[in-house]
């Protein structure tokens, strides 16, 4: 999988990538996660990316120009575009499991109050079959997307065959349900044991423990 990100704050993307899940998946080329800078979209002496909105309104706008040349530079017939903001559809695992079907990812970081609606307009129309997607990964607000992308892409490696030892861990199957309460070594920390069906040792009877405790998302 390809994914490309486009921010006007490239330094925030370099440690997060370097670790755990995401370092494998780039270390066994499974995944290639590329980082651009914005401002080397733009056309002007400034290399302006923001400006004040039409009918006055509070805060800075992104650029319609910038992202759409960013996003021409590297588009594909199979990417998928995804605009990060805390207006859009709200993120889950099941929409992380149908991105990381996807052979190509390009997100574009939002950054204050918004971004020239008329991207998402002429996205659309150059490239038909492939609508902008929206996407927010939760209702509150964030300065940017930069750190919603980062979620998004974590949550979406992990999913992506191959790169887990352990699919089992890659988890959350359909009916949504997470891990039961776990424990490990020792079997007793300050008096207080992990519970006796999972050191009996009894196998169904700990399956049968684990399925009814498993913890269930909130919501
Ligand atoms: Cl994707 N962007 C911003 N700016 N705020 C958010 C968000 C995204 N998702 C939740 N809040």
């Known amino acids: 999988m390809q994914i490309d990100i486009f921010t006007i704050f490239p330094k925030m993307f370099e440690s997060p990538f370097d670790w755990g899940t995401i370092r494998i998946a780039k270390s066994k080329k499974i995944v290639s996660i590329n980082v651009w800078d914005l401002r080397n979209f733009t056309n002007d002496i400034h290399r302006k990316v923001d400006d004040y909105p039409y009918g006055g309104s509070s805060g800075m706008v992104l650029k319609a120009e910038p992202i759409l040349k960013a996003v021409r ?6 990417a998928r575009v995804v605009l990060l903001t805390p207006a859009g559809k709200l993120y889950n695992q099941s929409l992380a499991q149908e991105l990381s079907e996807e052979s190509h990812l390009i997100f574009i970081c939002g950054r204050y109050q918004g ?16 609508t902008m997607m929206e996407i927010s990964i939760g209702n509150y607000v964030l300065s940017g997307g930069e750190l919603a992308c980062m979620s998004i892409v974590e949550s ?26 776990l424990y490990t070594k020792p079997a007793e920390v300050e008096g207080v044991k992990v519970p006796e069906i999972l050191t009996s040792g009894h196998h169904t009877k700990i399956n049968q423990w684990n399925s009814t405790n498993r913890k269930q998302w909130t919501h």
């Open 156 to 181: 979406i490696t992990r999913l992506i065959p191959g790169v887990l030892k352990n699919p089992e861990s890659m988890f959350a199957d359909s009916l949504g349900e997470l891990d039961p309460p």
């Open 115 to 130: 971004v020239d609606e008329r991207v998402k307009d002429i996205i659309n129309m150059e490239y038909p079959d492939k």
């Open 73 to 78: 530079s590297v588009m594909t017939p199979d």
